[in-house]
């Protein structure tokens, strides 16, 4: 007979089998957005649902701040990330990476379908890109002269490898004249002879603002082109069909400057050719290691402690929580007591007995109250308290007495 399992136990081997399983590991969920959350710390916590099934979520601070999507609820999207399980409650959940809205309309359909029809044509293939010249003399940039974009890139360049030239060939970026002059220019820098690579570029936008670039006839002429292509439209998450059918598709403008620039401070000849023979020594070796190498990554990334510290961070949210439901519970107990208390303290106070109708009695000479019929005598002077002022008495008499058929004392 096998010895019982811990609840720990079999909740960390259920999560070795969910995030051993590679095809979850890289999953894309449709749904509607429930019970979002969004923590102090930045991470974001909600519940993909559809008619028959949900599914909790996290997506970490890191990956928050990159969205330029935010999700409201209800809003239905796609969330890209893996399935991982959260130990201290046993539960299974998607650690997001990014979340788009489903539903972005025609244009979006569009420009699924034409991505569809070229990757089918081959366009996006991989073996028919070029690497990119490595000490480019004149880097031909198609962009709007106005654009911000451009002086980001001739910043970069100036910075990186002064001794290449950039020529601009102009052109708009949005708008329905955009993809013709888009084509128009590239075909300017193609039949320049020193041009050696060329960066289209544009900064970020909606998708009706970057269309330009998801025209089929520009996508064509990229591929067409002469010369090497980067594309640097738009934000890190913003794709076009310019993207795929580029030689090389950076995040931004600026990165796609890095990528066609070397780095001056880096290229010391004697350092390259070192790196040189080095690297064609060891390639033997490389490449017998690379397995080894990949298999190692492999397990490391399952023993890796950033998924307890991911969980750290999770428990910690939850604790927080906690911790505020607490202090909220014990400021209403607070609250309440003192209403008690100032009901009591309202209750004792003389000025409410005197506005029931009763009097305080006291010496007229030194205020001494008087709180019995022998500390007061006969041709004593008093004051009376009222609700509304004092009144001056003297004692005639301390015997009961009937005066006009009334009680005096």
Same mark, same amino acid.
């Given at each position: 007979?096998?010895?019982?399992?811990?609840?720990?136990?079999?909740? +960390?081997?259920?999560?070795?089998?969910?995030?051993?399983?590679?095809?979850?590991?890289?999953?894309?969920?449709?749904?509607?957005?429930?019970?979002?959350?969004?923590?102090?710390?930045?991470?974001?916590?909600?519940?993909?649902?559809?008619?028959?099934?949900?599914?909790?979520?996290?997506?970490?601070?890191?990956?928050?701040?990159?969205?330029?999507?935010?999700?409201?609820?209800?809003?239905?999207?796609?969330?890209?990330?893996?399935?991982?399980?959260?130990?201290?409650?046993?539960?299974?959940?998607?650690?997001?990476?990014?979340?788009?809205?489903?539903?972005?309309?025609?244009?979006?359909?569009?420009?699924?379908?034409?991505?569809?029809?070229?990757?089918?044509?081959?366009?996006?293939?991989?073996?028919?890109?070029?690497?990119?010249?490595?000490?480019?003399?004149?880097?031909?940039?198609?962009?709007?002269?106005?654009?911000?974009?451009?002086?980001?890139?001739?910043?970069? /360049?100036?910075? @990186?490898?002064?001794?290449?030239?950039?020529?601009?060939?102009?052109?708009?970026?949005?708008?329905?004249?955009?993809?013709?002059? /888009?084509?128009?220019?590239?075909?300017?820098?193609?039949?320049?002879?020193?041009?050696?690579?060329?960066?289209?570029?544009?900064?970020?936008?909606?998708?009706?603002?970057?269309?330009?670039?998801?025209?089929?006839?520009?996508? @064509?002429?990229?591929?067409?082109?002469? /010369?090497?292509?980067?594309?640097?439209?738009?934000?890190?998450?913003?794709?076009?069909?310019?993207?795929?059918?580029?030689?090389?598709?950076?995040?931004?403008?600026?990165?796609?400057?890095?990528?066609?620039?070397?780095?001056?401070?880096?290229?010391?000849?004697?350092?390259?050719?070192? @790196?040189?023979?080095?690297?064609?020594?060891?390639?033997?070796?490389?490449?017998?290691?690379?397995?080894?190498?990949?298999?190692?990554?492999?397990?490391?990334?399952?023993?890796?402690?950033?998924?307890?510290?991911?969980?750290?961070?999770?428990?910690?949210?939850?604790?927080?929580?906690?911790?505020?439901?607490?202090?909220?519970?014990?400021?209403?107990?607070?609250?309440?007591?003192? +209403?008690? +208390?100032?009901?009591?303290?309202?209750?004792?106070?003389?000025?409410?007995?005197?506005?029931?109708?009763?009097?305080?009695?006291?010496?007229?000479?030194?205020?001494?109250?008087?709180?019995?019929?022998?500390?007061?005598?006969?041709?004593?002077?008093?004051?009376?308290?009222?609700?509304?002022?004092?009144?001056?008495?003297?004692?005639?008499?301390?015997?009961?007495?009937?005066?006009?058929?009334?009680?005096?004392?």
């Amino acid at each position: 007979m096998t010895s019982a399992w811990t609840v720990a136990e079999i909740t +960390a081997r259920i999560r070795l089998l969910l995030e051993g399983d590679a095809e979850l590991q890289d999953v894309d969920v449709s749904g509607e957005i429930s019970n979002l959350t969004r923590a102090r710390s930045g991470h974001w916590y909600f519940t993909l649902k559809d008619a028959s099934a949900s599914l909790r979520c996290v997506m970490w601070r890191s990956a928050a701040a990159r969205q330029r999507f935010l999700p409201q609820e209800g809003d239905a999207v796609q969330a890209l990330g893996h399935i991982g399980v959260y130990e201290p409650r046993g539960e299974y959940q998607l650690y997001a990476t990014a979340l788009r809205p489903l539903g972005v309309g025609d244009l979006y359909a569009r420009f699924e379908a034409l991505k569809a029809a070229l990757e089918a044509e081959g366009l996006f293939d991989p073996d028919r890109k070029r690497a990119l010249p490595a000490f480019p003399r004149v880097i031909g940039v198609v962009t709007s002269p106005q654009a911000a974009a451009f002086q980001d890139v001739c910043n970069v /360049l100036r910075r @990186r490898f002064p001794l290449a030239q950039v020529w601009l060939s102009p052109a708009a970026v949005q708008g329905l004249e955009a993809p013709a002059q /888009l084509r128009a220019a590239l075909a300017r820098l193609n039949a320049e002879e020193e041009v050696d690579v060329i960066l289209l570029i544009r900064g970020g936008g909606s998708i009706e603002d970057l269309w330009a670039f998801n025209d089929e006839a520009l996508a @064509r002429a990229i591929v067409a082109s002469r /010369l090497p292509l980067v594309s640097g439209v738009g934000h890190e998450t913003d794709f076009t069909i310019a993207d795929f059918v580029a030689d090389l598709r950076a995040p931004t403008p600026s990165a796609a400057a890095e990528l066609v620039a070397p780095d001056l401070a880096e290229l010391d000849q004697t350092i390259g050719l070192a @790196r040189a023979r080095l690297t064609e020594l060891q390639r033997g070796r490389l490449a017998q290691l690379q397995g080894c190498l990949d298999s190692g990554r492999r397990n490391l990334a399952l023993l890796s402690p950033q998924r307890e510290l991911a969980t750290q961070r999770q428990r910690l949210d939850d604790q927080e929580l906690r911790l505020q439901r607490a202090w909220a519970g014990a400021q209403g107990r607070l609250a309440a007591r003192l +209403a008690q +208390a100032r009901a009591a303290l309202g209750a004792a106070d003389p000025r409410a007995i005197l506005q029931r109708g009763y009097a305080i009695l006291t010496q007229a000479g030194d205020g001494k109250r008087v709180t019995g019929v022998k500390e007061a005598q006969v041709g004593d002077a008093l004051l009376a308290q009222l609700r509304d002022g004092d009144l001056p008495l003297r004692v005639e008499d301390r015997d009961k007495h009937e005066r006009y058929g009334r009680t005096l004392f």
